[in-house]
């Protein structure tokens, strides 16, 4: 069984700090409730090809599809380190395929819960990984289930309420966590700058979704910002894909006596 590199309690402390501070400024400080943007469904590009409403931005999340099941069927066969929640990840990338789809076959806030859902799951299930590989293998699957039930807290939080405060910190909170523990921790596994490719490319894809139009008129209505934002994200996905097939451990195995 593989050593596990100690952690240092300060370490510990500063990361448990950079999570909870953004939720505690986001609930008690920033004080308002953040609203969903009653201008968020309107997109660059309506078009309707081959019967499909909006299929530009449909048809854009097959790339979520195919790293989904190409990483599920790798986590499947290896079982290797956190191998649960990275399956969980790729999980909920692939399910963003079916619920984005179906959000921009007809955008608006009912069927945004169904977007928003499997990106939630994706997103905990990558901040489980993280953490159990970098901290100790033995939180892996309690820190799953807590963090997978935030998540989907954070959902339905929103649909309830109207308050998206929740479900900011819950897609911000493992893009804070991953340049930290990657700085902070030794890592059981090599190639972790992969990690920060990824976080590179949804960077790219927040600013593109920031950008719908720009893009869409600058591309001569070629390709919208939020085209691109979805095929860029999935990138982000397959650099996550690509560091699992090519790192080997670093911690030696101990002997059998």
Not at 12 to 27: E, K, N, R, S, T
Request: charge should be positive; hydrophobic fraction near 55%.
């Amino acid at each position: 069984m593989d050593k596990i590199p100690q952690a240092h309690p300060g370490r510990i402390a500063a990361l448990v700090l950079l999570m909870l501070g953004p939720l505690a400024w986001l609930m008690i400080g920033h004080g308002e409730p953040i609203l969903q943007d009653r201008g968020y469904h309107v997109f660059a590009d309506a078009r309707t090809c081959l019967g499909i409403a909006n299929f530009g931005n449909v048809a854009s999340n097959a790339l979520f599809l195919l790293t989904g099941l190409f990483g599920m069927a790798w986590c499947w066969r290896n079982r290797s380190g956190a191998w649960h929640s990275w399956l969980v990840f790729f999980t909920g990338v692939a399910l963003v395929f079916a619920g984005s789809a179906y959000y921009h076959s007809a955008p608006g806030d009912n069927t945004l819960v169904w977007d928003r859902l499997p990106m939630t799951v994706a997103f905990m299930g990558l901040f489980a990984a993280l953490l159990s590989e970098h901290l100790n293998t033995k939180l892996e699957l309690p820190l799953l289930v807590i963090a997978l039930a935030v998540g989907i807290f954070s959902v339905f939080w929103w649909q309830y309420s109207g308050d998206l405060r929740v479900y900011v910190w819950v897609q911000g909170a493992p893009l804070l966590a991953i340049p930290y523990v990657i700085a902070a921790f030794p890592g059981r596994y090599d190639h972790r700058h992969y990690l920060l490719y990824g976080v590179g490319f949804y960077a790219l894809a927040k600013v593109a979704e920031v950008l719908d139009h720009e893009i869409y008129a600058a591309t001569g209505a070629l390709i919208s910002g939020h085209s691109v934002k979805h095929l860029t994200a999935a990138l982000a996905v397959l650099c996550v894909l690509l560091m699992l097939k090519r790192r080997q451990s670093l911690t030696p195995v101990a002997s059998s006596q």
